[in-house]
């Protein structure tokens, strides 16, 4: 059915599926044609090149939407819209992101995620995958036995979350703060995955658009009403 409301794609987080986003999409209904899109799964890509493989990802989510779209993304979701409104501004309405940092793991002077961390990730997606994902997602519910019960691991074979894991560890987008497609970040102050000393240094570079929660790290689950009122801001007014 065609409707003269905007296209809102949502995007999940690693490990996640695209269900996290159930009690937003019904909050927007009314505004958006909303569309929940699961991550990619491309499985003749290595991760070798970091660029050839996020431009891939890129251009996958880009073949499976309208030409121009409102984007949110959660978590590593985040961090693929934030790529998208640097690299291809003209297919985005706008963009905003939810418990998602531009670089996801430490740096010289940037307090991320131990790279020792997401390296053992990457080890247990091969040892032990059922494992990584029951403990990812009590990460992401931190403690909230509502949203870990509304978690449900990603679909997505081992490829995606391969390929997902690489670009986690890998994508710095500390350029793409100046955009002026990003209309807001929503962190939380109690995130389980993301270190709250991420905040100080988020909100330096770019302070008025950042807006802060006490929910998990998976606020659509845990707080979907706020995730409602934050698109809204961002897309509507």
């Known amino acids: 059915m065609i409707t003269d409301r905007p296209t809102l794609v949502l995007l999940p987080g690693w490990g996640v599926d695209v269900a996290c986003w159930q009690s937003v999409q019904a909050a927007l209904q009314a ?7 699961a991550l990619p799964e491309l499985p003749s890509l290595s991760t070798g090149d970091t ?3 996020l431009d891939a990802w890129l251009q996958d989510l880009l073949a499976r939407v309208p030409r121009r779209a409102y984007w949110l993304g959660w978590s590593l979701g985040g961090m693929l819209v934030m790529a998208l409104s640097r690299r291809y501004p003209d ?3 706008g963009a905003a992101v939810v418990a998602a940092a531009p670089r996801f793991v430490e740096d010289e002077g940037w307090p991320g995620v131990p790279r020792s961390v997401v ?3 990457e080890r247990q997606l091969c040892e032990a995958p059922e494992q990584l994902r ?3 997602l009590a990460l992401v ?12 691991p990603a679909v ?14 890998s994508m710095d987008l500390r350029g793409a703060w100046n955009s002026p497609l990003l209309s807001g970040v929503l962190l939380s102050e109690v995130d389980g995955v993301l270190p709250p000393t991420l905040i100080a240094p988020m909100m330096s570079e770019c302070g008025e658009k950042i807006r802060l929660t006490a929910a998990c790290h998976a606020p659509m689950v845990s707080a979907p009403e706020i995730v409602a009122e934050f698109v809204r801001d961002c897309f509507c007014r």
């Open 156 to 169: 997505d074979g081992e490829v995606s979350l391969r390929q997902g894991l690489h670009l986690l560890k």
């Open 119 to 121: 390296e053992g990730f």
């Open 134 to 136: 029951r403990q990812f």
């Open 141 to 152: 519910a931190h403690g909230d036995r509502a949203a870990r019960r509304a978690l449900k």
């Open 51 to 53: 660029e050839c493989l």
């Open 31 to 37: 505004d958006f044609d909303v569309l929940p899109l």
């Open 91 to 93: 297919r985005l309405l």
